[in-house]
């Protein structure tokens, strides 16, 4: 049995009354190119990609609306071009708008054709017949036990999240947790919401994610990993928290145990060798993304060759093989614009000069106050910054060079400053519309983004208020 909330309202003729995802993404650009009128613009000086505290100006900005439906000025520099001390900002035309969207596109290329090439691969596995085997198997062994079942997997995505640093790797899990769920008589939002919950809590949690830890750390000048402790905790707990949580909501949905299993249903041998191909890919993942620091590119290639290895060993015909890759790239096509749109909105903000500006307010709101004030309000910082930069890395460069110092001044250790960066990134790419990897799960999952934020608003409270008790206990323990 499926929960009303699973499913989109439909009008009467059967289609879906809510925003279209893409179309969503467009009106938040709208809102975007009305604050690079609304906003001053302003840049702090940069070594590298990391700001210098202390270094902002205003520069001064052309407002005419007229130029709403002009094309870019030509003293404005081309969608995301870096910006290097320019003597007049502009806020953004239309054109300008449009523009930035095969920008991101472009910019997003990696990420976006690694997730392409995930659905690729799964098609082949889809077609192989060994998915829907194994996991048939595995009800059968699990007794279907959707309550043994689902903390197994939140932790073991959980995991890979918080020590790894794992996160758009995860999109090839959802149409699997899809086809665990439909097994189990559950819908779309339970898979989606498996692995979205536990990927953004141990993402939040971060106990050695070094693609937080690695830019974060440094720059607040505390050691790299270390107080893994206290994020060990909160990685527990709020663990925890999410599984009951998902848990609860498979108990009001009127779930019931699946009444038979087919016990018969024995896995073949080019099953077998098929599923042995996908074990041995996750373990060359994690040493892939660890050790051999791979990218976006490198993930990409990975998933082509798996996908290869996959036909030979399940004995598929080329034909069938690449039709299968092909029909699973199409899967991921609105996932990869997704993410290019987000990686668009930025471009407006980021070539319109009032992201700088964005940082030197929320900063000045904490700067000068008393140590938990600063320190909860630096959470509250970092969670409206990632509405406007939905990325870790970026989200990083710009705002722990400022918080940093603040922090110090205010009595709040290095290491508590990052633990506001990590609670403020991970409990708003939860919710927010402009994370492109958000919208991406969603749309993988067929969730709509009304009935996601419907369900997930209560945990997000819960989590926000625990966060904030965290952030206390390490001011005052000297964290």
Sequence with gaps: MTSSTDSEKQDAHGKSRMLHPVAMMLLIMLVAIGLTYLLDSGQFQRHAKLVIPGTYQLI????DLSGLLAATPAASPEAGTPVDSPERAYPASLFSAMAAIPAGLAKSAPLIFMVMFIGGMFGVLRKSGALDAGIDRLLVRSGGNVYLLTPLLMLAIAAGSTFLGLISEYLVLIPMMLILAQRLGLGPLYATALVAIAAKIGYLASVTNPLALVIAQPIVQVPLLSGAGLRLFVFVLFLAIGIAYLLLYVKRSGYSMPAELNQDNRLSLAHRCVLMVVGASVVVLVIGTSAWKWGDIQLGAFYIFEGIIIAVVAGMSVRTACDAFVEGMKGMMLAGLLIGLAKAIEIVLHDSLV?????????????????????????????????????????????????????????????????????????????????????????????????????????????????????????????
């Design 60 to 63: 001064a900005k052309e407002r």
């Design 355 to 479: 992201l700088d500006t964005v940082i030197y307010h929320l900063a000045s709101i904490v700067e000068g106050r008393s140590k938990i004030f600063a320190a909860e309000g630096m959470i509250l910082v970092q969670m409206l910054l990632d509405v406007l930069i939905p990325s870790t890395s970026g989200k990083a460069a710009i705002s722990m060079p400022i918080l940093g110092p603040i922090g110090h001044l205010s009595g709040v250790s290095g290491q508590s400053v990052v633990l506001a960066f990590l609670f403020g990134n991970g409990l708003t790419n939860m919710i927010t519309p402009t994370s492109g990897m958000l919208l991406a799960y969603l749309a993988t999952g067929k969730v709509g983004y009304g009935t996601w934020l419907r369900f997930i608003l209560p945990l997000f409270a819960i989590l926000t208020i625990l966060a904030m008790l965290v952030m206390a206990f390490a001011v005052y323990s000297g964290y």
